[in-house]
């Protein structure tokens, strides 16, 4: 008795050809020539979000979520902000720098956004803000164009880049894990990438 054979379509695994692991965070000057690009060209949304997205080292959810009243009062930037985190339920503060709150408030004037809207409203009627897809994609265009590997980027290295700045220069790891809200120091510790030249590096600097 013949039995026919029946044709089974392989699906392409979703990580095939992508590069896995940490995002690397950005340097200072990549920052620099990221912002200098996007001044140049005048891209009012994208400087905004990509220097609040630097300074609040929020996740990407957080992120696009934001709300123009969350940052803004009665017309001015604050210079700082809190909000509830989504995926622990824990608020969160952070500061926006002057850069920052010059780049938001142009963005604010140029967009016309009302206090209650979204800071950055999508232009797709799927969703009222930016998708992380969308988010991802222009992350993307903004290394390319400073001449960095896209596949070494992605939106987790905008919430590591001033954490990371940070922990070099100052060591304060207690510091960074209020910054990034997370509830356990061991997260920061994985977060960053801390290893036991860290900490050995910390270790010398004290003489007893």
Request: aromatic residues 6%.
């Amino acid at each position: 008795m013949y039995i026919p054979r029946i044709l089974v379509t392989k699906k392409k695994p979703w990580n095939k050809g992508k590069l896995l692991g940490q995002k690397q965070p950005l340097s200072l000057k990549q920052i620099w020539s990221i912002r200098h690009s996007l001044k140049t060209e005048k891209r009012c949304r994208d400087l905004a979000l990509f220097n609040l997205a630097i300074d609040s080292k929020l996740r990407a959810c957080d992120l696009l979520s934001l709300r123009v009243s969350d940052v803004s009062s009665d017309g001015q930037v604050s210079r700082r902000a809190t909000i509830l985190q989504r995926k622990t339920q824990s608020p969160v503060r952070f500061e926006i720098t002057s850069e920052s709150r010059r780049s938001i408030e142009t963005w604010i004037d140029v967009a016309r956004l009302s206090d209650t809207g979204f800071l950055f409203p999508s232009r797709q009627r799927s969703s009222q803000h930016l998708s992380l897809r969308q988010y991802s994609r222009i992350l993307e265009k903004w290394v390319s164009r400073a001449g960095l590997d896209p596949t070494m980027y992605g939106t987790h290295s905008m919430r590591r880049t001033k954490a990371t700045l940070i922990y070099r220069q100052t060591k304060n790891i207690r510091a960074v894990q209020l910054l990034l809200g997370h509830s356990k120091l061991e997260s920061t510790v994985r977060y960053l990438g801390i290893d036991i030249d860290d900490a050995l590096e910390i270790s010398e600097q004290i003489d007893v």
